[in-house]
């Protein structure tokens, strides 16, 4: 397959279409998640469908003093990328052909949904997302648009404006890719010295140890309620290993499924020690939220949730995050 490299919608709309086509949106700078993401909307798209990667560094989505002029740009080893991972389009235009005429006066707001943990640290940045979002479906025309769960609350913040204002597209959500070690995969990991590195392993680190508290707590609860609340309950508990639980079965039966709070202590733990590093992890934000509007869940919440993490080490910004479900619904 030869991928062709598009740089106006022009362009791209004379292109015949027989069959769906998935864009697959990026800043550039493609590595092995923006290839899953490709060969994810290949199945989707299939032999017949078409495959388009953006590659647009988009400037509204800049804050002051973020890395707008250093951002990596690697079109050619992106376009190598693309056509390894099954595209057939990389659509690549100016700053001019996405905004002509300079900064658009009309823009999508993200609403309290866009000001919360990544929109706080980054004020007007979700704006500025969903406006080069929304003008890229329009200048795109897809059946599908794929983006990584790594950025959980940009894609729900991309499912709803598709949902509120009918956009016609189906949002598909692929999950994080990481490296060996656990780090999710970044353009700006390539930032890192190794000692910083070694520091941003914390980030995830502390995602799985929550999700790991979080699992035995959910078999814990599992297992108190396959047996009646008797001296059975106690013995049972005691056998998992879990004795202070054992010792009030009643506070394990009504204590809420999987416990939010020791899921939000057992990762804060892990970046309490990394602040201690040398390079120090300096934390943003540690959230468990509830994913249809990013809000803090409560220690009742039963459905699915996202533990999120941003931190930087030296001048870098990274953020992870893991899903996770509570009470009856998993």
Do not use: C, W
């Not at 949002?171 to 353009?187: C, F, H, K």
């Amino acid at each position: 397959m030869t991928t062709v490299l598009l740089r106006t919608a022009d362009e791209l709309h004379a292109r015949t279409r027989a069959g769906r086509r998935a864009v697959v949106m990026t800043m550039g700078a493609l590595h092995e998640g923006h290839a899953t993401l490709i060969r994810t909307a290949r199945e989707i798209a299939g032999a017949d469908g078409e495959v388009v990667v953006t590659v647009f560094v988009n400037p509204l989505q800049f804050g002051a003093g973020e890395d707008l002029d250093r951002y990596p740009r690697t079109l050619d080893a992106d376009l190598k990328i693309a056509e390894e991972s099954g595209a057939d389009v990389v659509f690549a235009p100016a700053v001019d052909e996405v905004y002509p005429g300079g900064e658009p006066q009309v823009r999508i707001s993200a609403g309290p949904m866009g000001e919360r943990l990544e929109g706080g640290s980054r004020p007007g940045h979700f704006d500025g997302m969903l406006t080069v979002v929304a003008k890229l479906l329009h200048l795109t025309r897809p059946d599908a648009a794929l983006y990584g769960q790594k950025d959980a609350q940009q894609l729900a913040l991309i499912r709803r404006m598709a949902r509120d204002l009918n956009f016609g597209v189906e949002i598909v959500g692929v999950p994080t890719v990481r490296e060996e070690d656990g780090l999710a995969l970044s353009s700006r990991n390539r930032y890192l010295s190794p000692a910083e590195r070694r520091t941003a392993l914390a980030l995830s680190r502390a995602l799985f140890a929550g999700s790991d508290r979080h699992a035995a707590q959910e078999a814990l609860r599992a297992r108190a309620r396959e047996v009646p609340a008797t001296r059975a309950r106690a013995e049972a508990l005691s056998a998992i290993g879990e004795s202070r639980a054992a010792a009030d079965t009643h506070a394990v039966a009504k204590a809420a499924p999987g416990g939010p709070a020791t899921v939000r202590a057992a990762a804060r733990l892990i970046l309490d020690d990394a602040a201690r590093l040398d390079p120090p992890l300096a934390l943003d934000y540690l959230a468990l939220v509830d994913p249809s509007d990013f809000t803090e869940i409560e220690d009742d919440f039963t459905g699915e949730a996202v533990l999120a993490v941003a931190a930087r080490v030296g001048t870098t910004r990274l953020i992870d995050n893991i899903p996770l479900t509570f009470g009856a619904a998993s």
